[in-house]
């Protein structure tokens, strides 16, 4: 079986190359080992988001009196809550694969392995093909923390399907992972720890943001312990102890549950890489051109794969811009504006470069700030809220960052994106007639 085209790994880099491909005509394969979605759509953003909307519609419930608006006794049903997340997961499965099969794309569910460029193996049958695109994207990464091996702890597969409410929760790590799970959690009413290494949490994203954010979730009950690292796990007849140590010395932390959410790492092992000798950098990461295009002629590399940005959007533009240089397409791959969102209540969101970053390198900024009290709308549905905008401009006005935080950044921060990516000014947004009352009318405000 010949194809112009074979993916490995069915994800957001995956299915995008897959559908791009065939509206263009070309001949493809896709090869998926679990389901069509990968991480994201299965067990990633989208059952975090739809649990997180649920922990959402509840707060609304809890504290609809700010609203003039009685709500007795609210409660939640977290079997339920789950059961929806299974479902919307099944509902997009079944869509991208009605996706594929219209655009003639042939779906092999296994695992697929690498013989050279031109030729993979499945399930005892050999393809062949003129393009490769790897999109195996990522895994949890559990640090060898002693004693970790003997606790049952768990990675964000298994809060996900979680349906008894602990009491109590640990969790190491607080990145976007760790903090949208402590934000649901704390919804429910669990008690939340939140172990961090670094001096704040949301590492990457902008700090005086972060820590606001961390500020109303510390009203809301959880316990940070920053700066902190851990040194062993253990199980015990009250629970699971997290002992670490900081500069106050050194403590624990007891909890019914605990999650592991320090990270993830690309998934290189187990389909025949090593097969294709390609070019990796420093990093150890696989070495891509503006095209995607490894070292090896033929051989794209898309998504979390190629370490560059672990972001389901990113693998989705990295995709496009694969499959338009196979199909001879003028177009190249900008990191200039990749936005980061973490879908907390309320959420944050950045784009560009960060304060930190830019005083890092040395660029000459400007910061403007504003509440995102100046629009009305967000004063009409955000009753005590603390919350800003931030955008940093070079010297002349142009944009080079935003970082938002309150609801809903996260439908907001393309607007940034895109000045950023064209080069536009703070200016600029005040020519473009925004709809009244809307809380994007901030960027006009600025």
Known sequence: MKYQIAIIGGGPAGYTAAEAAGKAGLSVVLF??????????NEGCIPTKTLLYSAKVYDYAKHASKYAVNVPEAS??????VARKSKVVRKLVLGI???LTAHQVHIVTGEATIVDKNTIQCGGETYECENLLLCTGSETFIPPIPGVENVDYWTHRDALDNKEVPASLTIVGGGVIGMEFASFFTSLGVQVTVVEMLDEILGGM?????????AEYAKKGIKFLLSTKVVGVSKGETGITVSYENADGTGTVTADKLLMSVGRRPVTKGFGLENLNLEWTERRCIKVDEHL??????????GDLNGVSLLAHTAVR????AVHHITGKEDVMSYRAIPGVVYTNPEIAGVGMSEEALQAAGIPYRAVKLPMAYSGRFVAENEGVKSVCKVLTAEDGTVLGAHMLGNPASELIVLAGMAIEDGKTIEDWKRYVFPHPTVGEIFREL
């Not at 902008?206 to 961390?214: F, G, H, I, N, Q």
């Open 318 to 321: 990295e995709a496009e811009v």
């Open 206 to 214: 902008d700090k005086e943001l972060s820590a606001m954010l961390r």
């Open 76 to 81: 939640f049903d977290l079997g339920k809550i």
């Open 293 to 302: 295009q490894s070292s090896v002629p033929g051989v794209y590399v898309c």
């Open 32 to 41: 998926e080992k679990r389901s069509l979605g990968g991480v994201c759509l």
């Open 97 to 99: 694969k009605a996706k």
